[in-house]
């Protein structure tokens, strides 16, 4: 018994290295691509990318309803029920089929100048393709996992990864990198990695000699097994879809494709060290939810009071840098066709932060069954929202200040803020926590990180002088930055939120791991 339990132990251990091994080498890919893509499309181009990417990004979202979660969740229960992943794989059918024929629609009612300005039909069917394409692979990611397939899934990840930035350096260095060819890159590399994990599961004994017909009874049996999961949020995914298209449609019609890709730029520069902490974040939801099944409340408030504060922390030291830093951000990473997005990307770097503590405290809610609370407040907040987003986005002439990506980031950043911070309160209330002292850790976190990170950009600038390479000063002062965060976590570990004797004990941990 004991011996089952270690090989089952060294399995998770396994299992959560692999994933994150493949976190960091995404991240790695995605910082080259970061520095390629946008330059070599331009600002425009960039733009009309992420415009079309998002729309159907949101549709897909929405139709989904959060049925892909119930079926990871259901599968993982059941892995061998084949009629299980058969239900689900026609589901993915028909959602194609929706996505693409209301596209079609669209087109033949002459909305397509409405609903994606100034986007060409062709590039419209590629964005409605990819968002199809990304949705199915994750599907058929989260199908590896709960079939017990990490390492072999994430190594095929690392593989793609690879793959991509070849293809995209191929077509950078013959210049042969347009809106087209970028969407067959990421038509090639999809396709790579959902055939990687089709014969993955294939060879392992999964989708061999099964039957795809499925029974009346049984189409019944599933509709209603995941229509009992998914209605609830069905509101709040509506609202999230119209939402989420109509701040990048506005964009779009009030400041047009170049402020779209400033915006995208921005975003993607966050979610690449969002992906630090990410990789944390399904194994705490895990944990919350066993403590919740459990009852046990004291140890949710433990796990939210040592874990939540510190990857906030983690996430502010990334901010908090490339805020200060990210003028030369964009030189180095994009080049002069994206100086007007300074302003953008410095707001935008504190996007993440409270990412992350929205992910980690909604999920929280939704292990304790809240899910009205969560939806209500949700609903609330995106709607609140809107009209922000109106005001900042639209021309003085339509009772707007004309703010472009400016002010779509400033609306995002202040209402995600906001958002986590009503989260918490419900939170600290369920758990018996102080919520002042978590929004006092937030500004006093972000307050030193922003401090330190100061000193070192203007103290190396000042030292290497007028004449400086922007590429050394860049890497010289986030080496000195690391120095000082380093020292006043250890001096003053509670601007991390946590306490001495749990650094020790994080250390001690993964000496044993490895």
Same mark, same amino acid.
């Not at 949101?58 to 599968?75: C, I, N, R």
């Not at 892995?79 to 194609?96: A, H, K, S």
């Not at 030193?448 to 103290?459: D, E, I, Q, R, S």
């Not at 306490?499 to 993964?510: G, H, K, L, T």
């Given at each position: ?34 520095? @390629?893509?946008? *330059?070599?499309?331009?600002? #425009? ?9 998002? /729309? ?8 989904? !309803? ?29 959602? /194609?089929?929706? +996505?693409? &024929?209301?596209?079609?629609?669209? /087109? ?11 986007? #060409? ?29 990490? +390492? ?15 293809? @995209? ?6 210049? *042969? ?23 993955? !599961? ?17 189409? #019944? ?23 989420? @298209? ?5 964009? %779009?019609?009030?400041?047009? &494709?170049? %402020? %779209? ?37 004291? %140890? ?5 009071? *040592? ?10 030291? /990334? ?6 830093? &990210? ?25 993440? +932060? ?7 405290? &909604? ?47 400033? #609306? ?24 002042? *002292? ?24 000042? =030292?290497?002088?007028?004449?400086? $390479?922007? =590429?050394?000063?860049?890497?010289? $002062? ?31 941990? +993964?000496?044993?791991?490895?």
């Amino acid at each position: 018994m004991n011996e089952d339990n270690l090989n089952s132990k060294d399995s998770l251990k396994k299992r959560y290295f692999s994933k994150l091994f493949a976190n960091f080498f995404g991240m790695a890919m995605g910082l080259v691509t970061a520095g @390629i893509v946008p *330059r070599g499309l331009g600002p #425009k181009v960039y733009g009309d990318f992420n415009f079309l990417s998002n /729309f159907f990004n949101q549709v897909v979202s929405f139709l989904d !309803m959060g049925t892909s979660t119930a079926f990871y969740t259901k599968l993982s229960q059941r892995q061998r029920e084949f009629g299980l992943t058969c239900f689900y794989f026609y589901f993915m059918g028909i959602i /194609f089929l929706i +996505v693409m &024929s209301s596209v079609i629609l669209a /087109f033949f009612a002459s909305l397509q100048d409405r609903l994606w300005p100034d986007q #060409k039909m062709f590039y419209i069917y590629l964005g409605a393709g990819f968002g199809i394409a990304l949705w199915v692979v994750q599907v058929l990611n989260n199908t590896a996992d709960a079939y017990g397939l990490t +390492v072999p899934a994430e190594w095929s990840k690392v593989i793609q990864k690879a793959l991509g930035v070849t293809v @995209i350096l191929f077509l950078y260095v013959f210049h *042969r990198l347009n809106l087209g060819t970028y969407f067959y890159s990421q038509y090639l590399i999809l396709s790579f990695l959902g055939g990687a994990f089709i014969w993955i !599961m294939k060879r392992n004994g999964y989708f061999t000699k099964e039957s795809w017909k499925l029974t009346g009874e049984q189409i #019944k049996k599933y509709v209603q097994e995941f229509y009992q999961y998914s209605h609830p949020l069905f509101t709040y995914a509506l609202v999230g879809m119209i939402v989420g @298209i109509l701040d990048r449609w506005l964009l %779009q019609i009030f400041a047009g &494709s170049v %402020q %779209q890709g400033f915006f995208g730029f921005s975003y993607h520069i966050g979610a690449i060290y969002f992906l630090f902490t990410s990789a944390m974040t399904p194994l705490l939801i895990r944990e919350f939810s066993i403590a919740s099944g459990n009852k046990d409340f004291t %140890q949710m408030a433990t796990l939210f009071r *040592r874990y939540i504060p510190l990857l906030y922390s983690i996430t502010a030291y /990334f901010a908090c840098f490339v805020a200060l830093q &990210s003028e030369k951000v964009i030189h180095i990473m994009a080049g002069k066709s994206y100086k007007e997005a300074v302003t953008v990307v410095t707001i935008m770097a504190f996007y993440p +932060v409270h990412q992350t503590y929205g992910q980690l405290s &909604s999920s929280v809610f939704l292990a304790t069954g809240q899910t009205k609370l969560y939806r209500d407040t949700g609903i609330i907040m995106m709607l609140i929202g809107l009209p922000i987003t109106y005001f900042l986005i639209a021309p003085k002439q339509q009772w707007g200040i004309g703010a472009g990506a400016t002010g779509l980031a400033i #609306k995002m950043v202040l209402i995600q803020f906001i958002w986590v911070n009503v989260h918490l309160y419900f939170n600290a209330k369920l758990l018996k926590l102080s919520f002042w *002292r978590y929004v006092g850790h937030q500004i006093f976190s972000v307050g030193c990180l922003l401090a330190l990170a100061a000193v070192a950009t203007f103290g190396v600038d000042r =030292i290497l002088g007028p004449n400086k $390479s922007i =590429i050394l000063s860049f890497l010289l $002062s986030g080496v000195v930055y690391t120095l000082m965060v380093i020292n006043l976590v250890y001096y003053l570990p509670a601007v991390f939120g946590t306490r001495a004797q749990d650094i020790r004990s994080i250390i001690e941990n +993964v000496k044993n791991i490895f």
